[in-house]
């Protein structure tokens, strides 16, 4: 089936299908779709599923960040997957401050789980090990100190 095939009808299923599975971005389901059809088709079945409330941006977001935060992963990492997957930083931003996430609280649970026997002292390629682990996870470095700062207070 080429693209000039492709009715607004096969989008709508292909959409429906994708949806079901899991929440999509309007820009990772637009992606998924312009493989299929041209972009006006896409642009109006993407308008039906807003409207419809299938498809949500704002719920995938919500979702997504729960997501993350339950695999352990900070603001900076959360913030860069949501940009690639075209979400607005004005949206993201919004949704933050109603889900009001202690990201330093998440940064010393991650650590305590991860890390269970304390730094030696003086053993500096362990700490930078441990602090990259944790800016790879997408803490901040403040973020960092404070988790390793809080080891053993328990």
């Known amino acids: 089936m080429s693209k000039r095939d492709v009715t607004e009808r096969d989008i709508w299923h292909k959409a429906i299908d994708l949806l079901a599975r899991r929440e999509y971005s309007q820009g990772e389901l637009s992606q998924k ?38 695999q352990g992963h900070g603001l900076i990492r959360v913030k860069f997957d949501l940009n690639r997957k075209g979400i607005s930083n004005t949206l993201l931003s919004e949704i933050l401050e109603e889900m009001d996430l202690d990201w330093y609280a998440q940064a010393k649970e991650l650590y ?35 988790a390793m700062e809080q080891e053993g207070e328990e």
């Open 33 to 70: 779709l312009r493989l299929m059809a041209d972009d006006e088709l896409v642009d109006g079945v993407l308008s039906k599923l807003e409207e419809e409330g299938y498809q949500s941006d704002r719920r995938f977001t919500e979702s997504f960040i729960r997501m993350r935060v339950g």
């Open 112 to 146: 305590a789980r991860k890390y269970s026997s304390p730094l030696e002292r003086g053993d500096f390629k362990a700490k930078a090990k441990r602090i990259r682990f944790m800016g790879q996870r997408g803490y901040s470095m403040d973020e960092i100190k404070y």
